[in-house]
């Protein structure tokens, strides 16, 4: 009879609440600079245009926020009920690290939000605009601490262990740890290519519908010059950080491959494009492959061998088919995005880029593509480093909370069905925001905060509240 333990619940559990919770601090991060840009453009032009996209996105913005903030509280419910063994052991490291995220980032980002989302009309543009950066600054420092904690579990250093517990004994080993600059960079280019997807099929779903909308326009264009440039620079951050993979957890890249045992002297590995992989048996079923390919892009030379699965001790090697499809995906949609910016190119230089129908609906087809790209490359970086939850050094076996299966299975069903209710009326409510034309004239969020409780002040010296609606730019 199919049954679960506590172990596996708990990692189903880690995987969902993670998983859905990552998307919303990358498109955070990634459209904080697109409004940036925008506001950038406004102030320099005074065109309309680039402030009603600002206003348009903002009110996105301010949602996605919310969001991203909320899910990410359920992580610190998890280490302390699911993972307390891991807390206890880790917390001397993990735990500064994500105290310095909270006070360099957190509060610069909540601290200047409310300027950037109500302060249009209440503060000078210079300052407002001032402000647009801070955030983008804050959610860029919060990425660099969350993924400078992640990274030092991958590759863990400046670090002693006493008792079973792990205590910093170098803070810059700990936070320049070997694969941190290298998941940092192509992280910061998945959030910026996931936005350029979605602002982009946005914009197309604008322009079927107008194509003289000018906003939808500004979007689409945009977009597409983001792809055309980010989507290259981030195959070649992969390819980098895969060689930094290879180096310091090679079973992760093998497990990558479906690479079980050593090719012959000469033959290169080859580039597997599809296979079922047999754990059990350690070998692929109904393999195609193309010779040295893979030799090519893992050691960057015709013959090049890397260690096999085989070669690794069987209870230190992931569950490969995860791993395998979840590789396939990620890149499979890289190129497909890579092409994308590609026609995109070809169709401006024609002329035709806001009147080929058909390239607009494929780029609403693939407007969450870069979202999906990112979590399969999360799941080849987190599944592929088990069974071990600090890498080479504390198995997630033992970093799991003594609690039974039940009450893990309980929670487990408590925050499906929580997320299926709350977050899915988020997403909802985004999309609907989405599914609305820009127009001139975008008013943006409220020009004050609604009242919810206790006093709301209003602009000093004024006796009514203002209108919730200004036409705030000048002429174009």
């Known amino acids: 009879m199919f049954s679960l333990d506590a172990l596996q619940l708990a990692r189903i559990q880690f995987a969902f609440t993670v998983g859905f919770h990552i998307i919303f601090p990358a498109f955070s991060i990634g459209l904080a600079a697109y409004l940036m840009v925008l506001e950038a453009a406004w102030l320099r032009t005074r065109q309309q245009v680039y402030l009603d996209t600002y206003q348009y996105w903002l009110k996105i913005f301010a949602v996605v926020f919310g969001v991203g903030v909320v899910s990410g509280l359920v992580m610190s419910y998890e280490f302390g009920t699911n993972w307390s063994q891991f807390s206890y052991k880790v917390g001397p490291i993990l735990g500064p690290l994500l105290g310095y995220e909270t006070l360099t980032a957190f509060f610069l980002e909540a601290g200047f939000l409310g300027v950037m989302l109500f302060g249009m009309k209440r503060v000078g543009p210079g300052l407002h605009f001032a402000a647009t950066c ?51 960079v192509h992280m910061l280019g998945a959030t910026y290519v996931s936005v350029a997807f979605v602002v982009g099929a946005v914009g197309a779903y604008h322009l079927l519908r107008d194509r003289n909308n000018r906003s939808a326009r500004l979007m689409f264009s945009m977009a597409m010059w983001m792809a055309l440039v980010a989507a290259p620079l981030q195959i070649i951050a992969g390819d980098v950080q895969g060689d930094n993979t290879l180096q310091y957890q090679p079973q992760k890249v093998a497990a990558m491959e479906g690479d079980w045992q ?40 015709w013959a090049g061998t890397i260690k096999p699965l085989k070669e690794f001790k069987p209870d230190e090697i992931p569950f490969v088919p995860v791993v395998f499809f979840a590789f396939r995906i990620m890149v499979g949609l890289g190129l497909l995005m890579f092409a994308v910016g590609g026609v995109g190119l070809l169709l401006r230089r024609k002329g035709r880029i806001f009147q080929a129908r058909w390239f607009q ?42 609690v039974g299966a039940p009450g893990v299975g309980i929670s487990l069903v408590a925050f499906v069905v929580i997320y299926a209710v709350v977050f899915s009326a988020a997403v909802i409510f985004l999309l609907r925001l989405m599914a609305v034309p820009p127009h001139p004239g975008e008013s943006g969020p409220p020009a004050i905060p609604h009242r919810s409780a206790g006093i709301t002040p209003g602009p000093a010296g004024a006796t009514q509240e203002p209108a919730l609606t200004p036409d705030l730019a000048p002429a174009e």
């Open 262 to 301: 050593r090719q012959p002297a000469g033959e290169g590995e080859p580039l597997v494009l599809f296979a079922l992989p047999d754990q059990a048996n350690q070998k692929n079923n109904f393999e195609i492959a193309v010779p040295h390919v893979g030799s090519l892009y893992l050691t960057h030379s």
């Open 361 to 402: 609906r494929i780029m609403v087809a693939m407007g969450p593509a870069g979202f999906i790209a990112m979590l399969a490359g999360w799941t080849v970086t987190e599944a592929g480093r088990q069974p071990f939850t600090v890498y080479g050094l504390l198995r997630t076996a033992d970093s799991v909370s003594p």
């Open 134 to 184: 801070l955030v983008v600054i804050g959610t860029h420092i919060s990425a660099a601490w969350i993924l400078a904690s992640n990274s030092w579990m991958q590759t863990p250093q400046g670090y002693r262990i006493v008792d079973g517990r792990y205590f910093p004994e170098d803070w810059v080993k700990i936070i320049f740890n070997p694969s941190y600059p290298y998941r940092f």
